[in-house]
């Protein structure tokens, strides 16, 4: 990368040697089918309970069967939160796994596989199929694996095989007790493995059990919207966005909401713009495909001043694209979706305490301002989990901004600041009517141009003022006297913090933008300090980049930018932003 004006850097995906970052990076891969997921979950879950740090984020193919599906699990005993390239421990289960993850193995690496499976040089062979069948069934080769792993990290068996007895016991005691067996063969592999000299990779310590919290980013925006008030959910499924839809059926009658699956993504906007006119705070999750069969109804909300709260979880299109996969390609989607003039705001957490956050806010501020909000997330984000101390809910708010109304009550009266009081059918004694076509203060359809419909516009117009005004602001990270600032939104947060740790560039800050749009108004004075401002974005024109440029005047220097449908890895950061 360089620093000439309107320089781009398309990374690569293979073939940085930047020193490995914190901790241990094990890949586990095989077919649809292999349990993936499974071993994923065990070992993040009984690591965690035994006192290391943990980070697991997955890719998959868009397929029922078939194909190769990974999981990274980082091990440390700092906390880590980012996706790295340098595998330590690979465990592929078949040839075709192997195949495609051999890019980013090291000289290090060790690989762990079942030499009658697959051909591979250097392989440690661990026969996990014939161990599976001794133990009962050879579909329990993934808990063999996840038995090596806790071996080789010394992980606590008491620990181990009390989740698995958690997770199996629903299947019966002979499932049970067919994977401890499993997990106690593949557990005394592993320690046998870590007292020999073919394991190279630096220990690590644990730290003591605490209660901390194993969150995804599915998680925290469903938590999230729950502790914002949310009290239904509509969605049609498409992923990467369905895990919330799901997690929040999952709560539906603990947590009192109404869940439902929408005919198709029209309705599903629709239905909640409804459910917002009745008082209720409907949460909508879809995807690119989803969101713009939406727009429609979003301009909908725009003319009659609904709330809305939409969670978009990006994945590359154009059309199917690539839906299993991640991309941040969705921000003019949202910032340009409806037509017509109307305020919007877009929020784009950037870790899971700040998903929590962003999505409890974001009923507040659509209740607030009347206005449609959009989560923006993306499939690396929702998909990826570690573990934090704690969720904070000291500045959660649930306000309701709704007026009991009277008989001479009208929906859109004219005020100064735009904001008409939002009354709800039943709550008083006053009509609540709405329109969609232009209308007086009253709901009622009007033609009179240079009237009340002039007026009408003017005073959604004007709401634009309050809504920018507080704006969040950007968050700075790193030394305040910089000469190099990084600006970025969304899931590069903890990429480009854990790179810029590795550059150790006291002249480099990092400018984190939890809003999108409208940009506050601190961002112009925050660029202008620069002398070289440097775009990361996991998109190809740098849509938010352009946005910077187009509200504050602002030209971005370089751009570190990947679309290849998968996220930024530490190294590919660091590498780009040592070049400059």
């Excluded at 962003?358 to 993306?378: G, K």
């Amino acid at each position: 990368m360089t620093d000439k004006h309107d320089e781009t850097t398309e990374t690569a995906s293979s073939g940085y040697q930047t020193p490995h970052p914190e901790g241990i990076s094990i890949v586990l891969a095989g077919g649809a089918g292999h349990g993936i997921q499974s071993i994923e979950a065990i070992l993040v879950n009984v690591l965690k309970k035994d006192g290391y740090h943990v980070f697991a984020t997955k890719e998959y193919m868009s397929r029922i069967r078939g194909g190769v599906n990974s999981t990274q699990i980082r091990v440390s005993e700092k906390p880590v939160r980012s996706y790295v390239e340098g595998t330590d421990i690979f465990i592929p289960l078949d040839q075709a796994s192997y195949e495609r993850c051999k890019k980013n193995l090291k000289s290090t690496t060790a690989v762990l596989a079942d030499a009658s499976k697959l051909q591979a040089p250097n392989t440690i062979d661990i026969p996990f199929e014939k161990v599976a069948s001794e133990s009962g069934n050879p579909l329990f080769a993934n808990t063999v694996s996840a038995g090596v792993i806790c071996g080789i990290l010394d992980v606590s068996q008491e620990i181990l095989y009390e989740y698995i007895t958690t997770v199996f016991s629903k299947k019966g005691d002979d499932v049970v007790n067919g994977n401890i067996k499993a997990a106690q063969s593949g557990y005394l592999t592993g320690s046998q493995l870590k007292q020999s000299v073919r394991l190279t990779f630096n220990t690590i310590k644990k730290n003591k059990p605490t209660q901390s919290l194993l969150l995804s980013g599915t998680e925290a925006v469903t938590f999230g919207a729950l502790a914002g008030g949310c009290d239904s959910c509509f969605a049609y499924p498409m992923t990467p966005s369905t895990g919330v839809f799901t997690q929040m059926a999952s709560f539906a009658e603990r947590a009192g909401v109404a869940v439902e699956q929408v005919e198709d993504e029209i309705g599903v906007v629709n239905m909640a713009l409804g459910a917002w006119y009745a008082g209720a705070r409907p949460l909508v999750s879809t995807s690119g495909g989803g969101f713009a069969l939406m727009t429609e109804g979003i301009s909908l909300a725009g003319m009659i001043e609904s709330p809305l709260v939409i969670h978009l979880a990006q994945r590359p299109g154009p059309a199917t694209g690539l839906p299993t996969r991640t991309e941040q390609g969705d921000l003019n989607l949202a910032l340009y979706a409806g037509h017509g003039v109307f305020p919007r705001i877009i929020l784009a957490p950037g870790d899971t305490e700040q998903a929590f956050e962003l999505s409890a806010q974001a009923f507040t501020l659509a209740d607030q301002y009347q206005v449609p909000v959009f989560i923006l997330t993306d499939q690396y984000f929702v998909d990826t989990y570690y573990d934090i101390p704690q969720i904070r809910t000291e500045n959660i708010k649930t306000e309701r901004f709704i007026t009991e109304t009277t008989k001479d009550y009208k929906r859109y009266t004219l005020t100064e600041d735009g904001f008409s009081p939002r009354g709800i059918p039943g709550f008083g004694s006053g009509l609540v009517c709405t329109d969609s076509d232009e209308h007086d203060q009253s709901a009622r359809i009007t033609e009179e141009l240079d009237d009340i419909a002039l007026e009408m516009k003017n005073k959604r117009y004007k709401k634009f003022d309050s809504v920018k005004e507080n704006a969040l602001p950007p968050v700075l990270i790193g030394e305040e006297n910089y000469s190099r600032l990084i600006v970025g939104w969304g899931s590069v947060y903890n990429t480009v913090i854990e790179a810029m740790s590795i550059i150790d560039n006291s002249q480099t800050a990092f400018l984190f933008f939890p809003q999108l749009y409208p940009i506050h108004h601190s961002a112009s004075e925050l660029l202008q300090k620069a002398s070289t401002v440097i775009a990361v974005e996991n998109n190809q024109t740098a849509q938010f980049a352009q946005l910077l440029t187009k509200e504050t005047g602002v030209g971005i220097d370089c751009k570190i930018l990947k679309y290849n449908g998968m996220p930024f890895s530490v190294e590919e950061v660091a590498e780009a932003l040592n070049q400059g």
